[in-house]
C-alpha cells in the first residue's frame, strides 16, 4: 500500500479573523451615512465631517443661516448611534441666554440636599452621562456657562464644588445660527476658545446648489413613512471604528504632498484681517483660504499627547 500522508489538524477554537468586526462596523456607519445622504441632499459634506468627529473622538461645530437643517441632521445622526438596548446615549439642549449650569450637569438632588445640606446633583440627566451631545445655538449662552461647557468638551471632566466629575462625552455636535465673523466681532474671546477645542468646523449654506435637490426633498416630504427601521451603530461598533483609527500611519509621503498643498494655498491671497488674531486657532477663514500656521500647530499638538499620526514612521 502506499504511503498517506496525514492531513494538518483543524483547529475548530479558531475564530473570525480580527478584521471581521471592523468590516462589519464600518459597514454599519456607511449604511447610516448613504440614508442621511439620501434623506438630506446636498448636506454630505456636513454628515462626512460628523462622522470623521465621531470616529476620531472630537467635536464639530457647525454654523450657518437659520433652516438650513443644522439642528435636524446632528439629533438625527446621534440618534442613530445606540446602545445595547437599542437607546441612543444622547444629551440634547437648545442654549439661550436664560441657560444655567443645572440644565447642563442636571437637576440639584434635593433629598440629600434637605437631608446632609450637601449640594449633589442627578448627573444621570446632564451632560456627563451620554456619550454624544448637541448643543444647540451654543454661542448664546452666558461666559459662566461656556466655560462649563469648554471644560466638559476640552477636558472631559467638570468641577462641581470641590468634586470633579468625569464626563462619559465623546463627541460633540454644536450649532449655531450666526456666522462666525459675527461671533469674533461680538465675542472674540469666546471664538478663539472654542476653536482651541473643536477639531472641525463646517458652514452649511441656506439655499440648494442644484434645483434636483431641492426637487428630491420635496419628493421624500411627499413619500409615505417607510415600515423598515432605521439604520443604525452600536456604540460598541463605533469604538471598534476608534481603535482601527488610532492605528492609522501616514507615510513620508503622504505628509509630503500634505505639506506642498499647505505650501500652495499659502501663495494664495491672505485671509480677512479681522481673522488674524485667530491665525493660530482656525482652520479656514471667512474668505475658504486656508493658513497653514495652524496645522503645523495641531499636528505638533498631537505629537505631544503622543497620539499617532504622520509625524511617525510607517
Not at 217 to 239: F, I, M
Amino acid at each position: 500500500m502506499g504511503s498517506m500522508t496525514a492531513s494538518p489538524p483543524i483547529n475548530e477554537a479558531q475564530g473570525p479573523s480580527p478584521e471581521e468586526p471592523r468590516r462589519a462596523a464600518g459597514a454599519a456607519l456607511k449604511a447610516v451615512l448613504d440614508e442621511l445622504e439620501r434623506r438630506y441632499p446636498e448636506r454630505s459634506s456636513l454628515l462626512h465631517q460628523a462622522m470623521l468627529a465621531l470616529v476620531a473622538r472630537e467635536h464639530l461645530l457647525v454654523f450657518g443661516p437659520p433652516g438650513t437643517g443644522k439642528s435636524e441632521i446632528a439629533s438625527t445622526l446621534l440618534r442613530r448611534l445606540v446602545d445595547e438596548q437599542g437607546k441612543p446615549s444622547l444629551y440634547a439642549r437648545q442654549i439661550v441666554e436664560t441657560t444655567v449650569q443645572t440644565d447642563l450637569v442636571g437637576p440639584v438632588d434635593f433629598k440629600t440636599l434637605t437631608e446632609t445640606g450637601r449640594t449633589a446633583y442627578h448627573l444621570d440627566e446632564g451632560i456627563l452621562s451620554a456619550a454624544h451631545a448637541v448643543l444647540d445655538e451654543v454661542f448664546d449662552g452666558r461666559d459662566l456657562l461656556l466655560r462649563s461647557i469648554l471644560s466638559v468638551l476640552n477636558e472631559r471632566e467638570l468641577a462641581l464644588g470641590a468634586t470633579v466629575h468625569r464626563a462619559r462625552l465623546q463627541t460633540a455636535l454644536l450649532t449655531t445660527n450666526r456666522y462666525l465673523s459675527e461671533v469674533l466681532t461680538a465675542r472674540p474671546e469666546t471664538l478663539l476658545a472654542f476653536t482651541d477645542r473643536i477639531a472641525f468646523a463646517c458652514f452649511v449654506p441656506k439655499s440648494f446648489a442644484s434645483p434636483d435637490s431641492r426637487d428630491a426633498v420635496l419628493r421624500l416630504a411627499a413619500e409615505p413613512p417607510s415600515d423598515l427601521p432605521a439604520k443604525t451603530v452600536a456604540l460598541g461598533e463605533l469604538e471598534t471604528l476608534r481603535a482601527a483609527a488610532r492605528e492609522v500611519r501616514l507615510s513620508e509621503e503622504s505628509r509630503a504632498a500634505l505639506g506642498a498643498l499647505l505650501r500652495a494655498f499659502a501663495a494664495g491671497p491672505q485671509p480677512d484681517p479681522r481673522l488674524k488674531s485667530l491665525r493660530d486657532h482656525l482652520f479656514v477663514s471667512v474668505d475658504s483660504k486656508v493658513d497653514p500656521d495652524p496645522f503645523e500647530r495641531i499636528l505638533n499638538r498631537l505629537r505631544d499627547r503622543g497620539l499617532p499620526g504622520p509625524w511617525r514612521s510607517v
